[in-house]
């Protein structure tokens, strides 16, 4: 498989008035062609800088201050704007949260989504039209000539998700990043969008970064997890690797903090103490004052290594990773 | 749509009576005009004479009765100082003064929206920051004493532009205008500027603070992650949601423009109807005063209208209330 993203020690900073903050720290990925990556971490964890990153959206005060992001083989860190502008929404897309503030409300969908064409190809009008019509069929809007006209309060929370994919689809990008697009949605149209996502990713061969805090989410729609942790991946491997055999201390906290994996009656488990704030990590490892198996080696920041030799697939960054409770 | 037209109108006809009967006892409450309009040594026969021909003999509630019947008619009263119909006197010099207010509130438009988007886009660069500075003082300098200073400058000193009065006007439709001359426009654009002094520094206010919380909308990041370019990003996802509110102080301000405008026509001499305001109520002329203000109020009632039917063609969320009937 084509490796279509591979970002190498990713560094993003943001300068406040406490110091200088990395909200991504060193952080790396490769992702292949239809293949689904979960992006898994608490609130605050950086998964939403490192989407941003990747897109060129980080805003000041923050910056990317290091690393490589390549692209279909490009690398884009040191693009111009306009080089990067012709590239967002074309080859990389990306799809937020809260469906009822990221489309305009003043502005009516077939606006919105020609306008999306029109800024990557040189198309009529009627053209752009005819593709922006495609896309609400191909995402499950009924009669979607008609919906073109409509504004975006004129449609449910789902529907208007379905829009935003939609547009994200319309120019065929090779990685679509979706930041938690169905936390704000209910239960059972999440399901639908979910299967949806996994099947139009895999029908046009797009890869696609999910990103959740939620690991039931990831469990039935991802390839490949990522765990992040104050701006850091700490683990990573196969999504059955992860949440069956989990390496890192962190890892299988988040685990059982997921309601239908604890038994009936038996009282949620929650990781103990809070997110540290990123201006007050402890030296070395980031999760050392929430962590059971902290020992001194833990003071020093342990390097990214394979979970379990020989197995390669699945690394941790942790010097007492969790042994295999399936072995 | 209708329904909703009918019930405006109606809205509109209780504030115009409510608005006449405030003047008509707030005038009778301040003094006498008969004192002031007939000669002190005029003998008792003549001031009898002179307060009946004036209808002043009358209780006061008649007069309000025989003002509403000549209303009815479109009959405002005549002026107790000229004679002739105060609605008239009025009219002729409402073109001077709606002149005034339209250059002034378009100067106003036309910088301060994009100075605005500016400052809205670069808080913290020094353009933005001397932009804003600028805007605190279009509100805080007293706008008589802002007139004064360009007198001053530009009449006085540097003898630039004319101090007083509308120029050569040419008729539009009947109605003399300034701004389809040279001379009109040299004499226009100072009073227009120091009447749209407060107003730019309001739109810009309103444009920066419109721009900034715009941009922190996701609909702003996710029409950036489409890859649309900045001017488009800036001129419809913002410029769009931001005219919302504008178009709304827009219409609000110009009605107290016209008011306003009465400093500045009495700075600038400009004859306006604001001028013949301040004359009539040194007067007592209540039938003018009446008619001023019953214009005024009507005047700020269809630019609410106006606003409102904008509004709702501006925002798709807002239908006006009965839009189906
Ligand atoms: N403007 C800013 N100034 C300073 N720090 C910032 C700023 N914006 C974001 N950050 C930092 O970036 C970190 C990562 O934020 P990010 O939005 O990526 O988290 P996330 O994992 O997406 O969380 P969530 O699940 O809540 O969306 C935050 O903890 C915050 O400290
Ligand atoms: S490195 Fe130490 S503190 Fe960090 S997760 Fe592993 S055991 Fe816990
Ligand atoms: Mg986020």
């Known amino acids: ?327 | 749509m209708l329904v909703y037209l009918i019930r405006r109108s109606l809205q509109s006809v209780v504030v115009l009576l409510a608005m006449s009967l405030l003047v008509f006892v707030g005038v009778y409450a301040v003094g006498n005009p008969i004192d002031i309009l007939i000669n002190p040594q005029a003998d008792q026969q003549d001031r009898e004479r002179s307060i009946a021909a004036l209808g002043l003999d009358k209780p006061l509630w008649l007069q309000y009765a025989l003002f509403l019947k000549g209303a009815l008619t479109g009959d405002l009263g005549n002026s107790f100082v000229q004679g002739t119909p105060a609605l008239g006197l009025i009219l002729e010099r409402m073109p001077a003064t709606l002149e005034l207010a339209v250059v002034a509130m378009l100067i106003a438009i036309v910088l301060g929206i994009p100075l605005g988007l500016w400052a809205g886009m670069k808080p913290d660069s020094l353009s933005g920051r001397s932009i804003m500075a600028g805007s605190i003082l279009g509100f805080s300098l007293p706008t008589f004493w802002v007139g004064l200073m360009l007198i001053m400058v530009f009449s006085v000193m540097l003898g630039w532009l004319p101090s007083n009065g509308r120029g050569e006007t040419r008729l539009l439709f009947g109605v003399p205008v300034s701004f389809l001359t040279v001379d009109g426009w040299r004499h226009l654009i100072m009073p227009a500027t120091n009447l749209a002094l407060f107003n730019l520094a309001l739109m810009i206010r309103l444009t920066r603070a419109g721009t900034r919380e715009a941009l922190l909308q996701d609909y702003v990041k996710f029409a950036r992650a489409k890859g649309l370019s900045n001017a488009r990003v800036i001129g419809v996802h913002v410029l769009r949601n931001i005219l919302i509110p504008i178009v709304t102080v827009i219409g609000l301000q110009f009605g107290s423009l016209i008011a306003f405008a009465i400093v500045t026509e009495s700075v600038f001499a400009w004859p306006g109807m604001g001028k013949l305001l301040i004359d009539s109520i040194n007067f007592l002329d209540r039938p003018v005063i009446v008619a001023y203000l019953l214009v005024i109020v009507t005047l700020f009632i269809v630019i609410n209208l106006v606003v409102d039917v904008l509004y709702s063609a501006l925002d798709p969320r807002v239908r006006l209330a009965d839009a189906k009937g």
């Open chain 1, 1 to 327: 498989m084509n490796v279509v993203l591979d970002v190498r020690d990713l560094c993003t900073a943001f300068a406040t008035r406490a110091g200088v903050v990395r909200a991504v720290d060193h952080v790396s990925l490769t992702v292949h062609a239809g293949e689904v990556l979960g992006l898994v971490g608490e609130s605050g964890s950086g998964k939403s800088m490192t989407g941003y990153s990747i897109m060129g959206l980080v805003e000041p005060p923050g910056r990317v201050v290091g690393g490589s992001i390549v692209l279909d083989g490009r690398e884009i860190t040191s693009l111009s704007p306009g080089e990067m502008r012709a590239l967002r929404g074309n080859r990389v897309a990306m799809i937020f949260q809260d469906p009822m503030m990221t489309l305009n409300p003043v502005l009516r969908i077939d606006t919105q989504m020609v306008e999306a064409v029109q800024a990557h190809d040189d198309v009529s009008h009627a053209i752009a039209r005819d593709r922006a019509r495609d896309a609400l069929a191909r995402v499950g809007i009924p009669s979607p000539d008609e919906r073109l006209n409509a504004y975006p309060h004129q449609f449910s929370g789902g529907m208007r998700q379905r829009v935003a994919i939609a547009i994200a689809l319309l120019n065929r990008p090779d990685l679509i990043i979706a930041d938690e697009p169905t936390t704000a949605l209910d239960v059972t149209i999440q399901g639908q969008i979910l299967y949806e996502m996994q099947t139009l990713a895999q029908e046009s061969g797009t890869a696609l970064i999910w990103i959740t805090h939620d690991l039931s989410v990831v469990a039935g729609l991802a390839d490949r997890v990522a765990v992040m942790y104050a701006g850091r991946i700490v683990e990573e491997g196969g999504t059955a690797d992860i949440i069956e055999r989990p390496a890192h201390p962190y890892t299988r906290g988040l685990i059982d903090s997921v309601p239908s994996r604890n038994r009936r009656g038996e009282r949620l488990r929650q990781i103990p103490g809070m997110t540290p704030a990123l201006t007050a990590l402890p030296e070395g490892c980031a999760f050392q004052d929430r962590c059971n198996r902290a020992t001194a080696a833990c003071a020093v920041a342990p390097p990214m290594t394979v979970a379990r030799p020989p197995y390669e697939a699945q690394r941790v960054r942790c010097h007492h990773p969790l042994p295999d409770p399936t072995a």
